[in-house]
């Protein structure tokens, strides 16, 4: 049996893509390929054979793939280079709010279950196996599947507990913002710490009891015995799967009320305001060329819900009840050109994993045709004491065209930023603002919010 | 057995611990199943006499 060379994985292969050895990933000429190794053979061949592809593909459940016949394209003496669907954008576990979570765990589940009914399982459940695409959780990783054994359990049942129940449960009893837990954990948040984090009464549920407070008894203590294994029925590991399935399902994010619950509802500011940069919006969106936006600080989705379908949105908010409620909403809506994620501008998603090359940050990942920042300057400049210039050296590189908000110091809102602190801020005011973006843009456009002291821009890139 | 097979750990205990859960399920889905049933069948009982009752009125 032939192996995979070593230089095959130096030269080629996607930083993350580096565990499983049936094959990787790699990039050439901006698209995606998957490298299948011969010793995954049996398995890609009954994946593609029992149907268990076609179905899921069918369901929208697993990305499609084409496989490259012309092998002359690439150096691999053997094997089979796969070219998946392309994914615009690759977020990461960290940046789902908690339906995003959940509906990927079922996903998992549901295609460890589909697997089953063709004798394949599922050999590894991480979330990093997901993406979200055309609004809906999709499976990425055609490697992950394998012959099913008789009588063996399944061996990614811990990794499923602590990549997926754990930071679920967390949401659950904790706070709906711990997912982003999983940045110090991406391989999974430990059943030791997990345990001491959840609360004691969480015992008191017969499945957090059994998937969580025995398993982290069980860790390190029990030593597997050789064979024992064997008796695992089929008929058992389905129910293990759809035991997990009901439990994930009853799974709610815990109600605390954020800061940004209800901005627009029980803002001072009132319908004017909202209507009127509403009507500037769309007049600045009616005179640009572009396809894809990103709303920096979406809120409830308001503005990015004026793109029509073709245009693609990242929407991207710190508060996690926020996101959680826009992602349901365009859920329910079939809306599926518009990605909202849980990102914090003060501290965005770093680089994770070896070597801080496994998981890109979201600065680098992030770029549009036209980047919104719409009430969110006094949020940097105030509330985090960020810089003028490091707000326009930032938000240049993410987009061509920038619609941006100026909030005054004579503003409510910006008022109610300074009533507990003293006001360092000598710089900021609105002619400070332009001055430091003109290094950055163009201004194009510019225009008062409705009865407001609040100015609109729309801004173009020094190219 | 494949090289490959176990590329991930899959923790020590958790097949035992599977085992135990299946076990379990298993149980509580079959008192769940039996318990459906036998509300089922009074339930269904109810209805009928409202439908016998109907065709003789």
């Keep these: 049996m032939s192996s995979i060379k070593q230089s095959d994985f130096n030269m080629q292969s996607h930083p993350a893509s580096y565990r499983d050895t049936s094959g990787f ?18 398995h890609y061949s009954r994946l593609m054979e029992s149907g268990l592809y076609d179905e899921l593909v069918k369901k929208g459940k697993l990305i499609s793939h084409s496989e490259i016949t012309e092998r002359d394209k690439f150096s691999f003496a053997d094997g089979r280079v796969l070219l998946p669907e392309q994914i615009p954008f690759i977020s990461y576990p960290y940046e789902w709010s908690f339906d995003m979570w959940k509906d990927a765990a079922l996903l998992t589940l549901q295609i460890a279950m589909a697997s089953l009914q063709k004798d394949m399982i599922l050999k590894d459940a991480t979330p990093f196996n997901i993406q979200f695409f055309k609004g809906k959780p999709i499976f990425i990783d055609t490697l992950s599947f394998e012959n099913y054994e008789q009588g063996k359990p399944w061996v990614a049942y ?10 679920l449960l967390l949401m659950h009893y904790c706070h709906p913002d711990t997912g982003k837990l999983f940045t110090a954990y ?7 710490v997990l345990v001491n984090l959840l609360p004691k009464r969480s015992r008191w549920n017969m499945n957090t009891f059994l998937h969580i407070h025995l398993q982290a008894k069980f860790a390190g203590k029990q030593k597997q015995r050789p064979g024992k294994e064997n008796n695992f029925s089929k008929q058992k590991f389905e129910i293990l799967l759809k035991g997990l399935e009901s439990f994930v399902q009853k799974l709610s994010s815990k109600k605390i009320k954020t800061t940004w619950d209800d901005y627009y509802t ?26 894809n936006v990103i709303d920096l600080g979406a809120n409830d989705g308001h503005f990015s819900l004026l793109f029509a379908g073709d245009k693609q949105v990242i929407a991207t908010d710190s508060d996690p009840n926020c996101i959680n409620n826009f992602y349901l909403k365009n859920k329910q809506d079939g809306s599926s050109n518009i990605l909202p994620l849980v990102n914090d501008l003060t501290t965005p998603s770093p680089a994770i994993g070896w070597n801080n090359t496994e998981r890109g940050s979201i600065t680098e990942r992030l770029k549009a045709d036209l980047v919104l920042a719409l009430a969110l300057v006094h949020h940097l400049a105030i509330a985090n004491n960020v810089p003028f210039p490091f707000i326009a050296e930032w938000l240049q590189p993410i987009g061509q065209y920038l619609i941006i908000e100026f909030v005054p110091k004579s503003d409510e809102k910006v008022k109610l930023l300074l009533q507990n602190r003293k006001d360092i801020f000598n710089d900021y005011n609105l002619e400070h603002f332009k001055t430091v973006f003109a290094a950055n843009y163009q201004i194009v456009k510019e225009a008062t919010v409705g009865h407001t002291n609040r100015v609109l821009f729309l801004m173009k890139r020094n190219s | 057995m494949y090289f490959f097979l176990l590329y991930i750990d ?12 299946a076990a379990v399920l298993g149980a509580s889905f079959f008192f769940k199943n039996f318990w459906f049933s036998f509300k089922a069948f009074f339930a269904s009982k109810k209805p009928k006499k409202e439908d016998e009752n109907d065709t003789v009125d």
């Design chain 2, 10 to 21: 899959p923790g020590s205990g958790s097949y035992l611990l599977q085992m135990i859960i």
């Design chain 1, 266 to 291: 029980d803002t001072i500011l009132g319908d004017d305001y909202l209507a009127s940069k509403t009507a500037l919006v769309k007049s600045f969106i009616s005179e640009i060329e572009f396809s």
């Design chain 1, 25 to 42: 990933v790699f990039q050439q000429g901006g698209k995606v390929y998957r490298y299948i190794h011969p010793v995954y053979e049996i």
């Design chain 1, 158 to 167: 811990r990794q499923f507990s602590e990549c997926f129940l754990a930071p």
């Design chain 1, 186 to 192: 991406p391989n999974g948040i430990p059943m030791d």
